[in-house]
Antibody, heavy 117, light 107 residues
């Protein structure tokens, strides 16, 4: 069974940092691109970042470029999102998702990030 | 960036109704379009990929069509479990973008 489990969310002050993790099981992690997608409270879905299977290519939405960094450890079956210089508008549930040539076939349950003083 | 526009934003329907949701892209995306269903407090669930391919395990009452800039998601006979919010998403290029969502509610 495919499982994706996010962790690392919480309350952080504006300007602060958080590192999200996504532990996966049930599939060959190193064979799939992975992404982060977020959803602000009561709002729609927003793609955040994607990393290719071997980590050689990374893509970001403009609003997080230079502040967020996606990475992966294929030996640990884990995906990460380092988030720095956090802003109130980054408040959202963050989902990790497994790529299916660009669509998102499997999702975690999400982890809530709240940026507030 | 490619903008995705869904219509309607809200749709009121009854069990057994045929429901159609439209998604328009601001430029051609070929068939690189996916549809998702999301229920409150839950992660989205992939229904359709490549515009018309049904994801494994998804009921056959869901279907997708279209190419280029115009796409539709059709539910042939709405079931109680289908009341939810639906999103389209393009993956022709980065940044990946979603439509704003269509909420299917009880009439």
């Amino acid at each position: 069974e495919v499982q994706l489990v996010e962790s690392g969310g919480g309350l952080v002050q504006p300007g602060g940092s958080l590192r999200l993790s996504c532990a996966v099981s049930g599939f060959t992690f190193s064979s799939h691109g992975m992404s982060w997608v977020r959803q602000a409270p009561g709002k729609g879905l927003e793609w955040v970042a994607t990393i290719k299977e071997d980590g050689s290519e990374k893509y970001y939405v403009d609003s997080v470029k230079g502040r967020f960094a996606i990475s992966r450890d294929n030996a640990k079956n884990s995906l990460y999102l380092q988030m720095d210089s956090l802003r109130a508008e980054d408040t959202a549930v963050y989902y990790c998702a497994r790529d299916l040539t660009g669509s998102f076939a499997y999702w975690g349950q999400g982890t809530l990030v709240t940026v507030s003083s | 960036d490619i903008q995705m526009t869904q219509s309607p934003s809200t749709l009121s329907a009854s069990v057994g109704d045929r429901v159609t949701i439209t998604c328009r892209a601001s430029q051609s995306i070929s068939s690189w379009l996916a549809w998702y269903q999301q229920k409150p407090g839950k992660a989205p669930n992939l229904l359709i990929y490549k515009a018309s391919s049904l994801e494994s395990g998804v009921p056959s009452r869901f279907s997708g069509s279209g190419s280029g800039t115009e796409f539709t998601l059709t539910i042939s006979s709405l079931q109680p479990d289908d009341f939810a919010t639906y999103y389209c998403q393009q993956y022709n290029s980065y940044p990946r973008t979603f439509g704003q969502g269509t909420k299917v509610e009880v009439k």
